[in-house]
C-alpha cells in the first residue's frame, strides 16, 4: 500500500486552521477494525450486516469523541450516524470536477498501491460509487435543519467558502490564494507512471 497521505480538506484543518484532534484514516486504522472493516464492506458494496445500527452508533461515539472533526474514510460512510451524534456539527461533502475524474483517481490509487491490473475495479464501479455516494448524502441531508455545504476544490472553492462556512478567520495570507494540494512526490509520481503503463488494460 503507498504510505499515509493527507487530503486537501484534511491538510487544510490540520495545518491551517487549527483542528489539532483531527479524526481521519491514519488514526482510524488504529482503534476499530471492526468499524473499519464494516465500512470496507459499505465502500466495496453498498451495505454491511457486520454491525447492527445500535453497535453502529454506538463504536462511531466511541471513536468520534474528544476529537474536532472528521476527514476521509471511514467518516465519509458514517454521515448518519455523526448527525445523530452531533446535530449541530457542520458537514462538508467534498466533490471532484467530474465523475471521470474520481474514476481516474481511485484506479490511479490502485495501481500506485501495488495490485495487479486485473484486481482494479472498473471505471464505472467508481462512477456508480461516486455518484450514488452523493446522492445518498444529499438525499438525507436536504429536509434537515443542519449546517451543510458542497465544495470542489478543482472548480475554484477555497479559503473563503470553507472558512465562511465553518466561521474562522481566512489564515493570514492566504485571501485568494488556492488551496495547496500535498502528497509525498513519489506517489505523485507513480499515479502517472502505473496509470499510462496500464490504461490500456483498465475496464
Known sequence: MCPHFLTTLEMVLSENLGFTHLNNTHYFEHVSPIL????????ENGSSNLLTPEQLLACTAEMSKRMDA???FPWMYLYKECY???PDARFILTKRKSDDTVAKSEQNFWLASGSPVNNVPSAQFFRDRYNNHNKAVRE???????KYIELCWECGDSWER?????EVPIPDGMAGK???????GGIQTNYAKYY????????
Open 36 to 43: 473499519r472493516s464494516y465500512c470496507a464492506q459499505v465502500e
Open 70 to 72: 472528521h476527514t476521509d
Open 84 to 86: 445523530e451524534l452531533y
Open 140 to 146: 438525507f441531508f436536504k429536509d434537515k435543519d443542519v
Open 162 to 166: 470553507l472558512c465562511g462556512f465553518l
Open 178 to 184: 488556492p488551496f495547496p494540494h500535498w502528497v509525498p
Open 196 to 203: 499510462e503503463a496500464n490504461k490500456h488494460l483498465l475496464k
